[in-house]
């Protein structure tokens, strides 16, 4: 698998786009950055959008994106079943943007929404693709994604503490996860459902302990305000554990 990362942040400005992850050309974790981050014709080849949660940061470029395929040719959308109910109900509306399951016609419409449940695995462009809930909004999911005969990808999406239950479950040899603060904002992130190195370091260590190693640890959805501090609790996670880790970016690109 090719991994690129479209957009590695949780604002957006000329220098940080919101987190999208693109596999292979076709397959997309997250939304924030798939029409700013990819020009129309890798927009024309990209066939399905995999949504962790409902938080706008994970959906931005859908309506845009959107907007491109009227002409572009149909995506499928992924997402928990009330994640799609907040689609169709606040974007994909016929009011602030068209019915995009709808148009350019029913027969080809420019998306059309899938619902995931967790632990069924789905078969989606060759992958198989398997949601685990995640702690996070109610309905917020990870996901694992595996090519053929290949190792696998976490992609956790943003999530607060509590991921033990979910490593008895997978092995990956990637895993992208987030990293939005640093320790000195513990209060803000655990209260927005969001992780500190403070408490990735606790996940990764009971992952160790369950599984005998650690994957590769890829972190995004970082505040670029907040960057550079997090930064440097990172590296010193990595020597800690002696485990690599570090902080995407845009345009970053992992074989797995
Ligand atoms: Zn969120
Ligand atoms: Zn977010």
């Known amino acids: 698998m090719e991994i690129r990362i479209l957009g590695a942040h949780n604002l957006e400005s000329m220098s940080s786009r919101l987190v999208s992850i693109l596999i292979d050309g076709v397959l997309a974790l997250d939304a924030g950055s798939l029409s700013s981050g990819l020009s129309l014709a890798e927009q024309g080849r990209l066939e399905a959008i995999l949504l962790s949660h409902q938080h706008y940061d994970h959906l931005k470029d859908l309506p845009t994106l959107g907007l491109a395929c009227m002409g572009l040719g149909t995506k499928a959308i ?3 079943a009330p994640v799609l109910e907040e689609l169709r109900g606040h974007l994909f509306n016929g009011r602030l943007y068209p019915d995009f ?3 350019p016609s029913p027969e080809k419409p420019a998306f059309r929404l899938f619902p995931v449940e967790p632990r069924q695995p ?5 992958y198989r693709v398997t949601a685990f809930p995640i702690s996070h909004t109610p309905s917020s999911v990870a996901y694992e994604v595996r090519a053929p005969g290949g190792p696998s990808l976490l ?3 943003d999530t607060g503490p509590g991921l033990a239950s979910l490593w008895g479950e997978v092995s990956p040899r990637l895993l992208i996860t987030e990293l939005t603060g640093p320790d000195s904002w513990e209060e803000t992130m655990l209260e927005g459902g969001h992780l500190t190195p403070k408490h990735l370091k606790a996940e990764l260590s009971g992952f160790r302990k369950l599984k005998g190693y650690l994957p590769q640890v890829v972190l995004v959805h970082m505040n670029p305000t ?3 501090e997090i930064g440097d609790q990172v590296r010193e996670m990595a020597r800690e554990l002696g485990a690599s880790l570090e902080l ?3 345009g970053m690109r992992l074989e797995l």
Do not use: V
């Not at 789905?122 to 060759?126: S, V």
């Open 78 to 80: 992924y997402a928990p």
């Open 101 to 103: 399951t709808a148009k």
């Open 122 to 126: 789905l078969d989606i462009q060759g």
């Open 155 to 157: 992609y956790t999406g």
């Open 226 to 228: 907040l960057e550079h």
């Open 248 to 250: 995407a970016r845009e």
